[in-house]
């Protein structure tokens, strides 16, 4: 299958994140992606494409003016206002306080922050626009007629709400490609997201459709990030109830285990009639994953291509996460190659 990869993705290369009380050096860093394409190459899996430029507007269909014009101008605005580190919120407007943008760059911050652990760098803009532009492409490539294609995205996208940034995402870069192919002619699409953490950015942007039926397995939000989004309790408001899916799992979770909730994920998603797969593809459930708590083996990850493969369906593999850096070329290409058969 055809990779679709840009070197602006090393645009993102922030020294910071605060992690455990400290500032250490990111988790989501370049040398991932690095990983995958070298993988990608030596395994012969396909050509590797550079993204096409499709504009603004694409992105603008799931996210306001506002909010990107935050992204591409925070930096500045935080130099201006005297700071020497990385831009990191610190003030949020938490519960009983009012859902008003502040000026102050500081108080901006948090208002479209999610977390804090996601400092906002020079050109960190430039690499969200470039990944954002990756899986434009990819999603293309579907409509062309390709039955599949791998959007090498970094940074990643699937905690970027409409208008919040955070836990190392800015611009939402499955709901993008989605979007992207329900605005020309597709009707229904599943988006997957078997990254270990909750897609909260992407259920909370489909929440209330049905032209998109979301499902996430992940470690429970009780005890992993983001917290406070993908209980199984939510399944969807208005026209969108009924089409999202949430299945939480404990620390320790097998590949046994976890698979059952991918039949389950995939048994709904061929009741739904979807188009299109938009598959949100984090590796970061491997069993070595350092911020992570299921236990995963690489060949699971080729068993994970086959299941996934079974589903019949054009499918976009859009990257998301994964940090056993070493590794993750390994885990992610295995997942492509299991699909190819
Ligand atoms: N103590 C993705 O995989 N930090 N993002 C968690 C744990 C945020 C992960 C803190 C993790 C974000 C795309
Ligand atoms: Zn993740």
Redesign the pocket.
């Given at each position: 299958m055809e990779t679709i990869y840009t070197a602006k993705h090393k645009l993102r290369d922030a020294r910071t994140?605060l992690?455990?009380g400290q500032l250490v050096a990111p988790?989501?860093r370049p040398s991932r992606a690095e990983h995958v394409i070298a993988r990608i190459r030596e395994e012969g899996l396909g050509a590797v494409s550079d993204p096409d430029d499709f504009g603004m507007d694409p992105i603008h269909a799931i996210h306001p003016q506002h909010f990107t014009d935050f992204l591409r101008t925070a930096w500045g605005r935080w130099k201006e206002a005297g700071f020497e580190g990385e831009a990191i919120p610190t003030s949020w407007p938490a519960r009983r306080m009012v859902d008003r943008p502040p000026r102050h760059i500081d108080g901006l911050l948090g208002y479209y922050a999610l977390?804090a652990?996601?400092s906002l760098t020079e050109s960190t803009w430039d690499a969200a626009y470039a990944s954002a532009q990756v899986a434009l492409t990819g999603a293309e490539r579907l409509q062309e007629g390709a039955s599949a294609a791998f959007a090498l995205c970094r940074p990643?996208?699937?905690?970027a709400t409409a208008d919040m940034y955070?836990?190392?995402?800015f611009l939402n870069n499955a709901a993008i490609a989605a979007q992207h192919m329900l605005s020309h002619g597709a009707c229904r699409v599943a988006i997957l997201d078997i990254?270990?953490?909750h897609g909260n950015g992407t259920q909370d942007i489909f929440y209330d459709r049905d032209d998109v039926l979301f499902i996430s397995l992940h470690g429970d939000p009780l005890d992993?990030?983001?917290y406070f989004l993908g209980h199984a309790e939510e399944t969807g408001m208005g026209a969108g109830q009924g089409h999202t899916l949430n299945l939480p799992m404990p620390p320790g979770t097998t590949f046994a285990v976890w698979r059952e909730g991918l039949a389950r994920a995939l048994s709904k998603i061929a009741e739904y009639g979807a188009d299109a797969l938009v598959v949100s593809l984090?590796v970061?459930t491997f069993e070595n994953d350092p911020?992570?708590f299921f236990k995963l083996r690489s060949e699971d990850f080729l068993t994970t291509g086959q299941d996934l493969a079974a589903a019949n369906m054009p499918t976009l593999f859009a990257m998301?996460?994964?940090?056993a850096v070493e590794e993750i070329g390994i885990n992610a290409v295995n997942v492509l190659q299991g699909f190819e058969g």
């Open positions: 994140e992690f455990g988790f989501e977390s652990e996601t990643p996208g699937h905690h955070g836990g190392f995402c990254d270990f953490h992993a990030y983001p984090g970061d911020i992570s998301e996460g994964g940090y």
